[in-house]
């Protein structure tokens, strides 16, 4: 009898019809999710949806915020509370079609606003390495589900860091994509112009076999495009002739001593395969998060203006019109949220709007400068993924600019608009440390390929967290 | 450097009730988070584009035909109340 939760997603789908069947696989997966102990899941599947695809039926997690017909889409939050949409997200009807059937939804931050999960109305996501620790956020349970083994794979949305740090901080590879090359048609919307779907996946293999059944324009989403570039499969065993730039201002000052270390390592196998390791700069990137922090909010506190009471979701009782609104949103709306509803309101604000969202766009391109110039000279940059390990459950919860600062890494590449990967480099008093590789837009293949040769050589295991 | 007032403003424009105690945390709070934000009032941006978007893209035209969209009763499902066929609010006025 095979182990089925041992194989990655790509050697069950290989495996489905040989060894063992997909209801077979399916159930193996539903029971585990169903028994979660960790709060990865917010709801699981009774049945698989029929599937014939390339992907063989091997079951998906998929993210609160992705909608799904009929199944509760609440993106962490009261406010959408057992909200069960009309439609299903484009990339969740691609990939099912694709021969992944939907396993459950997965617990998150509150409208994808948090590093740690513990913003979700539904309750905080335990890390399964540490279960007095967060699962880093805001695709906590995403995540989690991977790194536990309570899922083959999962779908997870990234604005600011929100799969590579999850994924960083519970032991597994997660992508961040091109901005457009993956459709953001029924994501439960944050901030549009920096929303992006991605996999959250055991390894790189697994990464760019979902990935490449993700992507394609949707004429139902304007800001989408197609891929320019042929999918493959990751296949690199060496990185000869690969150059690759440390930034200074993102792998020195604010990062854990242990996650340096592991970072540092990780480095030398690069060197061994072949690789030149040599600092660039990002002069911008310091500031990448002050940018990150008007933009975001600002962007958020418009798409969330259609929270009203009205037409779907909570509504407060109340005998007229405006206190209605006021008091649904009052009751509806988590702390995070609402700081960042007021953040974006007052940055867009009159007499505000040229000094923050103005100058936060300028910021903007003066990041995309600094990328395209240290592409010149580099194929990709690396750093670590998260500043820290994955951190105690309440360490940062009283102090909002500190869990802001655990997307110092991953949030210039979110504004450039890159890809970018984490993948595991080791570990640190026990504890997952994520590498972060980015490149140049629409570069993903070759990236993968890179993290592919990086993480034969790391030889990173996880399997103590499926235990 | 944000006040009461400035929170109770900002809250009204956004159609959000904060309660007292909300309104002198969130006070603290965006002060703090703003004071960090004010760094890129430090750099030269002059004469620099604003972003608004990362990936060009031309615009995204489309033939203007019309196609089904979802049924009335499948919206109103998820509606808080609903009065013939549309969705039932309290009376501005009251």
Redesign the interface.
Known sequence: MTDLIALTAAQAADGVGADFSADELFDAYRRRAAADELNAFLWVAEDAAASDGPLNGVPLAVKDLFCTEGVPSQSGSKILED?????TATVVDKLAAAGAPLLGKTNQDEFAMGSSNENSAFGPVLNPWDRTRVPGGSSGGSAAAVAAGLAPWALGTDTGGSIRQPAALCGIVGLKP???TVSRYGMIAFAS?LDQAGPLTRDVTDCALLYRHMTGAD?RD??S?AHPEEPRAPSAERLDGIRLGVPEELSGEGIEEGVLASFRAALDRAVELGATVETCRLP?AP?A???Y??LAPAEA?ANL?RY????????AT??????????T??DG?G?EV??R???G??AL?SGYYD??Y?????????I?EDFRAAFADFDFVVTPTSPSVAFALGANTHD??AM?LNDYCTVPMS???IPAISIPSGLSEGLPVGFQLAGP?FSEYRLMDAAYALERALGFDGSAARA | M?DRE??LH??R???????DE?VET?AG??S???G??????E?D?DG????????E?EN?L?EDEPRPS?PRD??L?????TQDGG?L??????
Request: hydrophobic share 40%; charged share 15%; glycine share 4%.
């Open positions: 909200y069960r949409p009309p439609y091109t901005y457009g112009s004429p304007s800001t495009l911008h500031h998060l002050s940018a922090y008007v506190s203006a009203d009471g009205v037409r779907y979701g909570l509504r109340s005998d007229d019109l405006l206190s209605m609104y006021t008091e949103r009052h709306f702390a609402k700081r509803i007021l953040i309101t007052y604000s000094a923050y103005g100058r936060a766009q300028q910021v903007r391109t003066k995309a909002p600019l802001y504004l450039a608009g837009a | 944000i400035q929170v900002v809250a424009l956004a159609r959000l009730r904060l309660s909300e969130m709070e965006l703090s988070i703003l960090h934000i004010e760094r890129i009032s750099l941006l620099v584009q604003p972003t608004t978007h990362v990936v893209v995204a489309r979802l499948v919206i499902e998820q509606a808080p109340a969705f609010v309290p009376s501005p006025q009251a």
